[in-house]
């Protein structure tokens, strides 16, 4: 019951801060932040299992790929700000 609720707070939240996005750029942007903050909620959320646990390392496996997921966006970004001064 608290994981849907928490689903569903965190979906309104992710639905009313896309709206207000007006370009690629701030696109991407807001997509790195949201890259670092999943990575932090997944890093923070290992600690609670015992080191070397199978739980404690899905979650650092979820943090890394979320690290992942920011340097593919801060990419796409680089590219968009490179055509952006060209063109």
């Known amino acids: ?3 849907s609720f928490f689903l ?7 639905l009313i801060w896309i709206e207000d996005i ?4 701030e696109l991407l942007k807001n997509a790195m932040d949201a890259e670092i903050w ?3 909620y997944y890093r923070s959320f290992s600690n609670r ?3 070397g646990s199978k739980m404690n390392k899905t979650l650092k496996y979820l943090a890394k790929m979320e690290r992942g997921h920011f340097k593919m966006f801060q990419t ?3 590219k968009v700000e490179e055509v952006s ?3």
């Open 1 to 3: 019951m608290r994981r």
């Open 8 to 14: 569903k707070v965190v979906q309104s939240l992710l």
């Open 22 to 25: 007006e370009d690629e750029k």
């Open 38 to 40: 999943a990575a932090k």
């Open 49 to 51: 299992f015992d080191d």
């Open 76 to 78: 796409e970004l680089e």
């Open 85 to 87: 001064k060209d063109g």
